[in-house]
């Protein structure tokens, strides 16, 4: 497996998302995301976009070309899923950043 089937893999299970969801949602056939997750493929651009979209990451992550989200990639992700998140997602988001527990 190469490292953006293992990152595809790891996200979803951090979002407890299965494969068949994110292929829904990115409009990959479950077959080619199975194949991605395998590491016997790697996405075409627009693919990888929509599958970097629906796992709020960016496409360098999912690459492995950066180990970290910094703080603009943080910022582009949260502005492209705001109108996505819910209002307690938004109010545990800003307790997350203000240090309330």
């Known amino acids: 497996m190469d490292n953006a089937g293992i990152r595809i ?3 979803l299970k951090e ?3 299965t494969q068949k969801q ?6 990959v056939t479950e077959s ?10 790697i996405p075409s651009g627009d693919a990888l976009a929509n599958i970097a979209c629906a796992l709020s990451t960016t496409a360098n992550y999912i ?4 180990d970290v989200l910094d703080f603009s990639n943080v910022k ?6 705001k109108n996505e998140m819910t209002n ?3 109010a545990e988001l800003i307790d997350l950043l203000f240090g309330k527990d």
């Open 22 to 27: 994110l292929a829904k949602l990115t409009g």
């Open 32 to 41: 080619a995301l199975s194949h991605y997750v395998k590491g016997d493929r």
């Open 63 to 66: 690459l492995g070309k950066e």
């Open 76 to 81: 582009r992700i949260l502005a492209r899923n």
């Open 88 to 90: 307690q997602e938004k």
């Open 9 to 11: 893999r790891a996200l």
């Open 15 to 17: 979002k407890n998302m």
